[in-house]
């Protein structure tokens, strides 16, 4: 294996991450934006209003993007294997 079949493989890596992270870390940026927005309007100071909503929708968008998230991380392994048998 030569140096630019590891940097195509580390660039594939941090792709692949990116692509798990972002829908995750955009739906908790909107959430975050929303109760804050919501937090200012009323003046509601309230610490449990800020993370409970946004626990809830991570993990009501993780069920929701689990199978592209899985998909993602299948093909990426399966690219590396096939590298790997073909040498």
Same mark, same amino acid.
């Given at each position: 294996?030569?140096?630019?079949? %590891?940097?195509?493989?580390?660039?594939?890596?941090?792709?692949?991450?990116?692509?798990?992270?972002?829908?995750?870390?955009? %739906?908790?940026?909107?959430?975050?934006?929303?109760?804050?927005?919501?937090?200012?309007?009323?003046?509601i100071?309230?610490?449990?209003?800020?993370?409970?909503?946004?626990?809830?929708?991570?993990?009501?968008?993780?069920l929701?993007?689990?199978?592209f998230?899985?998909?993602?991380?299948?093909?990426?392994?399966?690219?590396?294997?096939?590298?790997?048998?073909?040498?």
């Amino acid at each position: 294996m030569d140096q630019q079949a %590891v940097l195509d493989i580390a660039r594939e890596g941090i792709i692949v991450l990116v692509k798990l992270a972002a829908p995750l870390m955009i %739906v908790s940026l909107v959430v975050g934006l929303v109760i804050s927005l919501f937090q200012a309007l009323t003046q509601i100071q309230e610490m449990t209003l800020a993370f409970v909503p946004k626990i809830l929708v991570i993990f009501l968008s993780l069920l929701i993007f689990l199978p592209f998230m899985m998909a993602t991380l299948l093909a990426f392994t399966n690219g590396l294997a096939e590298r790997i048998v073909t040498g």
